[in-house]
């Protein structure tokens, strides 16, 4: 699959924003031990404490690589992309639904806006490639 510069903005943008994103969400989860977030966070079952910054950590590589991709990218790695970005906002919706009471209120604003920015960048991600096809 040959990468190329695509003329869809949106795509482009969508995924230079999903980089800047999950660099950000990597950084913050990656060194929530050391800043003291992680006890303020207070995740339920089946976060743990090395989950949550294993996850951070595998969040940073990632953020980098879709910061590079957004500059030459194909539309079947954009699709995949933006079906894993709708999952893991379908996920974390659901986890935060059926563990409510077990969340704190600031790991419940977490878990809803990564929830949130993963629907929009699926949305935008799944849309641009829709409209180029169209165009």
Known sequence: MALRRDPSPLVTRALWWDGVFELA??????????TGLLRSLAFPPPASPALVVGFG?????????????????SAGIVAV??????????????????????????GRQLTAGVA??????AACELAGLLLRRRS
Do not use: K
Request: positive net charge; aromatic residues 14%; charged residues 5%.
């Open 116 to 121: 949130l920015v993963l629907a929009i960048l």
């Open 25 to 34: 969400l990597g950084l913050v989860l990656a060194s929530a031990p050391f």
């Open 81 to 106: 992309l933006g079906v894993l970005n709708a999952a893991g906002a379908l996920l974390f919706g659901i986890w935060l639904e059926r563990a409510w009471p077990g969340f704190s209120a600031l």
């Open 57 to 73: 950590i595998v969040l940073v590589p990632v953020g980098v690589w879709l910061l590079f991709l957004s500059r030459r990218w």
